[in-house]
């Protein structure tokens, strides 16, 4: 498209008055040997086309109103003759309210013998004005999206007045000039990626980035390829952003403590084994795995309550933690059952590392649990199943459980825990 047909695109002469509450600018193909219609997603919003599956010139057609069908072909001829022709249309909706319609031409592919094959146009949704002295430019003035046109080269061709309040520059210091000799802060950033891989794709290029103008602000940027010219939209969504990632941080939140136990804030029954197999199947099985319980606990609750149980679960979920690393997954399987699955790190474990866990583990839990005028001493009866290397994950859990009641059984220990006044 020649430097004529841009200008007279942007002219006063070729416009019609019109008023557009709500405005929203889409593009339009018209495919005239296959007669193919596409349209880009607003586009689509103005005809109301949803999830329509079928072709979109069968929704145009049956959106636009019978009385109106001669302004169209009119705007065919007016159309495929030179870029600049437009015509307001109606369009009946699918529960009968009407829509009127501005479409205007943009841009005509030829042919090699120089007859057109492609008809490109703008569509906007109208209110017919009284005056019609009124231009084209009142309706991207009023969109709420900020509006440009650069030209191949990244000449600027057209800004809107929502562009201009962005940038805080009128158009007239900026129609005419190169991008980044109006805009230096444009030279290297996205726009220069938009503007290219809109041109070489022929299409719909669209972009989600912080502002090159406006601290703190989040814009969608969206370049549509138009035959020699870039279309380029944008729009604040710096609160939408905000939103969905308040959203997302709840879910994130409301996720993370789904996978935790309520009572002591390790992973509960079903994550700790979810992490283990995930664990597993990125590395190996785990090189060993212990299963923990606290001795007597049925004593703890029958003697002292439930609530001191619990505290003394807290407290020892806690202990155990502290005593384990990255290479470990912690959680409890329930009542007063804990799994621990060690993993190899860049060494392998030692086959007595598990064993010294377990030292430690007991050692641990031994210290005193303060209560209100008191201290209760636990503990820890553990059982340790090694990978033998033909182990299975649940052959390997069975024998940390069966290694569990043997220790219990061999160990001699107290029948009642330790509970000591606190000297006053």
């Known amino acids: ?177 190169h991008l980044h000799d109006a805009l230096p802060d444009t030279q290297g950033s996205y726009f220069d990626n938009l503007h290219r891989d809109a041109l070489l794709t022929c299409g719909e290029v669209s972009i989600e980035a912080p502002a090159l103008f406006r601290p703190d602000t989040i814009m969608e940027v969206t370049a549509n390829y138009v035959e020699d010219v870039v279309a380029v939209s944008f729009r604040n969504i710096t609160d939408a952003v905000h939103r969905a990632t308040r959203l997302l941080d709840a879910y994130r939140e409301l996720l993370a403590k789904s996978r935790l136990d309520d009572l002591t804030g390790v992973l509960n029954r079903s994550a700790l084994f979810e992490r283990i197999e995930r664990v597993s199947a990125e590395i190996s099985l785990p090189t060993a795995i212990l299963f923990i319980d606290v001795d007597n606990f049925k004593t703890i609750n029958d003697t002292h309550g439930h609530l001191v149980g619990d505290h003394v679960l807290r407290i020892t979920a806690a202990r155990l933690a502290d005593l384990c690393n990255s290479n470990t997954v912690l959680g409890r399987i329930g009542g007063d059952e804990f799994v621990i699955a060690m993993f190899d790190d860049d060494e392998p474990l030692t086959t007595n590392e598990p064993e010294q866990l377990r030292r430690r583990l007991r050692r641990a839990a031994r210290a005193p649990i303060d209560l209100n005028d008191s201290t209760l001493s636990i503990e820890l009866s553990v059982g340790i199943a090694h990978n033998t290397g033909e182990s299975t994950l649940e052959d390997m859990l069975t024998r940390a459980d069966l290694a569990l009641y043997e220790h219990k059984t061999n160990i001699s220990r107290i029948d009642v825990p330790r509970r000591t006044k606190h000297q006053h």
């Open 1 to 177: 498209m020649g430097d004529r047909h841009r200008e007279d695109n942007l002219g006063p002469d070729h416009v019609s008055g019109i008023e557009t509450p709500n405005a929203s600018i889409g593009i339009t193909r018209y495919f005239i040997d296959t007669g193919r219609l596409e349209w880009d997603a607003r586009a689509a919003d103005i005809f109301e086309a949803g999830l329509d599956p079928r072709p979109a010139i069968e929704i145009w057609h049956e959106r636009v109103h019978p009385d109106d069908a001669h302004l169209l072909v009119q705007l065919y001829e007016d159309a495929s003759a030179d870029v600049g022709a437009e015509c307001i249309y109606r369009v009946v909706l699918s529960d009968g309210t009407v829509r009127h319609i501005l479409t205007r031409s943009v841009a005509v592919e030829t042919a090699p013998d120089g007859h057109p094959t492609v008809l490109t146009g703008v569509v906007s949704q109208v209110r017919p004005l009284i005056d019609t002295s009124e231009r084209l430019g009142t309706v991207l003035d009023s969109v709420s999206l900020g509006f440009a046109i650069l030209d191949r080269d990244m000449i600027i061709r057209y800004v809107n007045t929502q562009t201009e309040r962005h940038l805080g520059i009128a158009r007239d210091q900026l129609i005419g000039r």
